[in-house]
């Protein structure tokens, strides 16, 4: 869990500077691509013999299942060279409802670990965009090059009018080239984003079930011989 340390830490971390890590724009073909769960790559390469082109690895997963990288942000250099792309982490377990300081130093963590992946690892890098009520837009939105594309969920939102104006706020500063998304669109989105730039990420339920019809396609195959 964050504490007031993990803020004072990370507010100075990067290069000393008391705001969020720059991050650059990247050109991406997302067309047909599977997003797969950081923690089951495994089902992914269930779905395709190229990894390295059809998938991109985020990490809307449990907490508890990324919380290495707050330790190491390059833990899961060797599992990224695998596939296409790879989102930035997502410390947001406790979103618009916790203290803002949380908040701030779950962004912080989560921006620190994308521009390392970007800028050391040379890793292809989806922002994933955290951010809470509007003291943490500083830190959510800053200093991310115009265009980026960026990845967001809707799952699990509890306070909703938190969410629309921040989306709001990032779509006028960053100007998304494309957004990749998890969970339902809410109708409000179209008031200030185009729908048609929006990339719907498939949840683990629809990976699950394109792998069944995957393998019944393959048994009616099978029969047919």
Not at 168 to 194: H, Q, S
Request: proline share 3%; aromatic share 10%; charged share 25%.
């Amino acid at each position: 869990m964050a504490t007031l340390n993990d803020v004072i830490d990370y507010s100075k971390f990067y290069d000393g500077k008391d705001e969020a890590p720059f991050f650059y724009h990247e050109n991406f073909n997302l067309k047909g691509k599977l997003f797969v769960p950081a923690d089951d790559l495994k089902l992914g390469q269930k779905l395709t013999d190229f990894p390295k082109e059809n998938i991109v690895l985020h990490y809307f997963i449990h907490d508890s299942k990324q919380n290495r990288l707050l330790l190491n942000n390059l833990a899961d250099k060797n599992l990224h060279q695998k596939v296409y792309a790879v989102t930035s982490p997502d410390f947001s377990a406790d979103s618009a409802n916790c203290w803002s300081c949380l908040n701030e130093a779950n962004i912080l963590k989560s921006r620190i670990c994308a521009s390392r992946w970007q800028q050391e690892c040379d890793e292809p890098v989806i922002l994933t965009l955290l951010w809470g009520d509007r003291s943490t837009y500083k830190y959510a939105f800053g200093n991310v090059e115009k265009g980026s594309v960026c990845a967001v969920s809707h799952q699990g939102i509890q306070n909703e009018q938190i969410f629309r104006e921040g989306l709001a706020t990032a779509v006028e500063k960053i100007r998304m080239e494309n957004l990749c998304w998890l969970g339902n669109i809410p109708e409000y989105v179209k008031e200030f984003y185009d729908l048609k730039r929006i990339i719907k990420m498939q949840t683990r339920t629809e990976l699950l079930q394109m792998l069944k019809r995957q393998k019944n396609c393959e048994s009616q195959l099978l029969l047919a011989v």
